[in-house]
Every structure is written in structure tokens, then in C-alpha cells.
């Protein structure tokens, strides 16, 4: 018998799509990846909880793709990720599907697939992380890739859903994490992206998260590193001299403040004061003054008072943010802020306070941009750009997004480009 045809759709954070090619991998001695839905014997969609509107539209999605059992009657579809561990069984009520799987039970896939075991497992682990599997790369640009390093979170931010759906904090093995970027780099890879909810706090025997970073850099020295996420109370000075000393890291960190107002920060549990987050801005442009800074902001967050509000706005403007992900507070079931707080902010006032921190950004995003023109800098070059054929769009180390006229380079090179003109999204280059 051939082997299924597997369609894999993935919604959420970087996590959630480095865990897809977990399972691809896992499920590849069985099943060929397809990439038209209409194909496919097995539909796996890999959810996000982090807000009301991801789990909404998961649902939509669900109902377009259940239909199409009307036509395909041995068609299974089942349901991955954060929302499989949060709703549970209650999603086989909400919606048609034949298999909820969590994230720390794809090992059981194949089994669930045909059936030998029960159909539901949200089991979550101590230990799982997965380490000896070489994600299936199925989709991507083939030049950068995510590599997991660990799994879970322990911090419990009064908003966030995270611990609960994935988990206890666990590093993965340093030998299997080398592994699999030695993998990636055979396979022709120029970028490598380390990730976890909290990377500061990797742990392996003697190694933290500075020294992983050392021996990656030293072992793939022409190959480039970046981190997500960092926590602002794990960021070592120590990291900080790691990333100065070699070329290979790129200078650019993604660091949540999510307030700028100590009392909000208390409320959220993020363990840290505004203080505290301005002296590690102050030691990032100490040790690395060309690095990008980029954040998370929440607006409208519980009893969040026009002063607090006011306190994000003027810590944006103090550290000048590079770029940033804003959002508008949604409270989740079975977090902290849901059992003792109330999301009392109008949803008026949360997306006026939304659009102005939005706007703010843009403002300060330019700012950061036209610095650069006149520049000529590093780009990894990832694939054509989508607006003109005739040209290619890269990143430089500082993760911003560069477009230029293609020349004679190829993607997965490294070229120079002189900076000539930018938007607040974007830098225009010439190759040079
Ligand atoms: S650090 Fe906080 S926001 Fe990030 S995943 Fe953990 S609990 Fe959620």
C-alpha cells in the first residue's frame, strides 16, 4: 500500500510552526506532505490559544475543512497545538473532527492515526522535547530555519496561557540541538533561529543559554544565529559579551516589556520594574550599540489607568524601539488575570490606546529606518521580493526586511547593498 497524503495547516507563533515540522517528520515514514488541502487523507491544524480572534478563526477554518469529509469520507482531521490542550475534549463537541492531539503528544500520532488508540491526547510532559527528531522541512525559504530548543514556560504572566498549554519549562539536550543545525547547514541553510518561550533561561548540565549560544557560534561560524524569545529578567550581561564578540550572531534582540508602568508590570507578574527593563536597554546599547531592539506591547490590560497607559507610550519613546508586536488585551480562560482580575477596559478606550501605540511605532520605526540610509550593510538574501520580480528581499542583522534590484546574486547569498531609501517597514538598497 503507498503511502497517506498529509496536509498540515499552522497557525500562531514560530513554536508552533518549528513543532509542525516535528510532526512531518514523525508522521514521514507513513504519510507524503501535500500542499493542496483537496489532496489529502489526513488534515492537521496546528492552533494558537493566545487570543479570543486565533481560536475564532481556527473555528472558521474548521468548518471549511470538515466539509470536505461530505466528499471524502475516510478523510481525518484533527486539531494540534495549544487550542487541542486548552479545550480538550469539549472541542469534539465544537466542531467535527476525528483526533486532538497536544504538544507534547505528537509521538502518538501515528498511532492515533490508525486508530489503535484512544483519539485524544493532551498529555503534557516533564521531559518530551523532542530532541532526537530532524524536523521535516515541508515548507520555508530554504535559506533560514527554527530550531527548538526548548519547550514550555514557568513564568505564568497573570495574561498569558502559555504555561497551560505547553507546559513546564524544559531544555533540550545541547548534543541534539548542534545535530540538528549541523543538519540544516548540510542541507545548504545560512540562518539558524534558537527558540523558546524564555531562551535566557536554557539549562543543560553546566551550559546556559550565553554558553550555548558561544559553542553554536564558534561551531558554525559562517552560518548566521539569531534568539526568540528573550525574557527581560533572564538577560545576561554575559549573553550580551557572547553576542559582542562574534560577527555570526545577529545584533538584534526581541525583548517584551508589554508595559512601561512598574504597577502594570506587578499586575502582569512579569517579575521585572520599568527600571529594571531601562537598565537592560541601557546594558544592550552598552555592549552592542548597533543592535535592533524590537518588543511585544499589550494595550487595555486590566485596570489599566490612563498614567499606566501613558508610561508604555513614554517608554517607547525613551528606548526607541526598532519595530514591535502590539495587541489589544484578551482575556484568557484559567489564567491569573482571569481568576482574580477583571478585563474592565472599554473596548473603545483599549483600541484607541491601540492604534496610537500602533502609530507611535510607525513614527519611531522610520525614525530607526532613515538612520540607516547611506549605510551599506550585510543582507542574507531569502527570495524574491513580492511586489517585483526583479527584485530580491533579505534581511540585515538587525532583522530588518531590504529590497533591491537583483543583479547577479543568488538567494541563500550573503551580498553588501548601500541603503538608498526606506519606509517604516522596510529599507531600499542597491546592490553593491
Ligand atoms: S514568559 Fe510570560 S508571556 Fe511568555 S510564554 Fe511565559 S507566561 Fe507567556
Not at 58 to 73: A, P, Q
Not at 207 to 212: D, H, P, W
Not at 374 to 380: A, F, I, P, Q, T
Amino acid at each position: 500500500m503507498g503511502k497517506g497524503k498529509l496536509y498540515i495547516e499552522t497557525y500562531g507563533c514560530q513554536m508552533n510552526f518549528a513543532d509542525s515540522e516535528v510532526v512531518a517528520a514523525i508522521l514521514s515514514p507513513e504519510y507524503d506532505i501535500v500542499d493542496n488541502v483537496k489532496d489529502a487523507d489526513v488534515i492537521l491544524v496546528n492552533t494558537c490559544s493566545i487570543r479570543d480572534n486565533a481560536e475564532q478563526r481556527v473555528f472558521n477554518r474548521l468548518n471549511e475543512l470538515t466539509n470536505l469529509k461530505n466528499k471524502k469520507k475516510h478523510l481525518q482531521i484533527g486539531i494540534l497545538g495549544c487550542m487541542a490542550e486548552r479545550l480538550k475534549d469539549d472541542l469534539f463537541q465544537k466542531s467535527n473532527v476525528d483526533l486532538i492531539v497536544g504538544p507534547d503528544a505528537y509521538r502518538m500520532l501515528p498511532e492515533i492515526l490508525k486508530s489503535e488508540i484512544s483519539p485524544i491526547d493532551v498529555q503534557l510532559s516533564q521531559t518530551e522535547t523532542y530532541k532526537e527528531i530532524i524536523p521535516f522541512k515541508y515548507e520555508g525559504n530554504g535559506v533560514s530555519a527554527f530550531v527548538s530548543i526548548m519547550r514550555g514556560c514557568n513564568n505564568f504572566c497573570s495574561y498569558c496561557v502559555v504555561p497551560y498549554t505547553r507546559g513546564r519549562e524544559r531544555s533540550r539536550e545541547i548534543d541534539s540541538i548542534l545535530n540538528e543545525i549541523q543538519h540544516l547547514v548540510n542541507d545548504g541553510y545560512k540562518e539558524v533561529t534558537l527558540l523558546g518561550q524564555n531562551v535566557n533561561s536554557y539549562h543543560f548540565e553546566d551550559y546556559n543559554f550565553a554558553t550555548l549560544m558561544q559553542i553554536v557560534a564558534e561551531k558554525f561560524s559562517t552560518t548566521r544565529i539569531r534568539f526568540a524569545t528573550s525574557h527581560p529578567k533572564d538577560l545576561s550581561d554575559e549573553l550580551l559579551e557572547v553576542m559582542a564578540k562574534y560577527n555570526n550572531i545577529c545584533k538584534s534582540i526581541h525583548l517584551p516589556a508589554q508595559s512601561g508602568s512598574t504597577a502594570m508590570l506587578k499586575r502582569m507578574n512579569r517579575k521585572y520594574s520599568r527600571e529594571d527593563y531601562l537598565n537592560r536597554i541601557a546594558s544592550i546599547k552598552k555592549h552592542l550599540p548597533d543592535c535592533a531592539i524590537s518588543t511585544d506591547l499589550i494595550a487595555g490590560f486590566c485596570d489599566e489607568t490612563e498614567e499606566e497607559y501613558q508610561a508604555t507610550l513614554s517608554l517607547m519613546k525613551e528606548v526607541g524601539f526598532d519595530f514591535a508586536y502590539m495587541f489589544k488585551y484578551s482575556m484568557r480562560e484559567g489564567t491569573a488575570a482571569h481568576k482574580h482580575m477583571q478585563d474592565n477596559i472599554p473596548e473603545e478606550i483599549k483600541i484607541k490606546r491601540l492604534e496610537e501605540i500602533i502609530a507611535l511605532q510607525q513614527e519611531l520605526s522610520h525614525i530607526s529606518n532613515k538612520k540607516d540610509v547611506g549605510k551599506s550593510m550585510e543582507v542574507l538574501v531569502e527570495g524574491p521580493s513580492k511586489r517585483n520580480k526583479n527584485q530580491y528581499f533579505g534581511r540585515n542583522s538587525q532583522n530588518k526586511v531590504v529590497i533591491f534590484d537583483k543583479g547577479n546574486c543568488q538567494k541563500g547569498d550573503f551580498v553588501m547593498v548601500k541603503i538608498t531609501a526606506c519606509t517604516a517597514a522596510t529599507l531600499l538598497g542597491e546592490l553593491l
